[in-house]
Nanobody, 115 residues
Framework: QVQLVESGGGLVQPGGSLRLSCAVSGSIFRIYAMGWYRQAPGKLRELVAVISSGDSSNYADSVKGRFTISRDIAKNTVYLQMNSLKPEDTAVYYC?????????WGQGTQVTVSS
């Protein structure tokens, strides 16, 4: 089992920044990739960014150049640094871990970009 707890969401003005954190516990040795997804009202959940155990990362086109995914192995934490936020980034952001054939999810954290 893997447990994920997100934090760092909130309300921010357009052009602002936020950093999301995802604390990982449990059978972390089985994790081979972690990512951030988001879901806006009335829309499907979409991939935002993913980082592999080898530290390679990929991003959705809509966030390239603005968001950065990273991890601190010593703290068992994955981060999503979000800069130049836009109103269309408003969504619930979910942390995801892939371990074996199983997807684990956090509870989600709300990000609202509005003036």
């Amino acid at each position: 089992q893997v447990q994920l707890v997100e934090s760092g969401g909130g309300l921010v003005q357009p052009g602002g920044s936020l950093r999301l954190s995802c604390a990982v516990s449990g059978s972390i040795f089985r994790i081979y990739a972690m990512g951030w997804y988001r879901q806006a009202p009335g829309k499907l959940r979409e991939l935002v960014a993913v980082i592999s155990s080898g530290d390679s990362s990929n991003y959705a086109d809509s966030v390239k150049g603005r968001f950065t995914i990273s991890r601190d192995i010593a703290k068992n934490t994955v981060y999503l640094q979000m800069n130049s936020l836009k109103p269309e980034d408003t969504a619930v952001y979910y942390c995801n871990a892939k371990a074996g054939k199983v997807d684990y999810w956090g509870q989600g954290t709300q990000v609202t970009v509005s003036s």
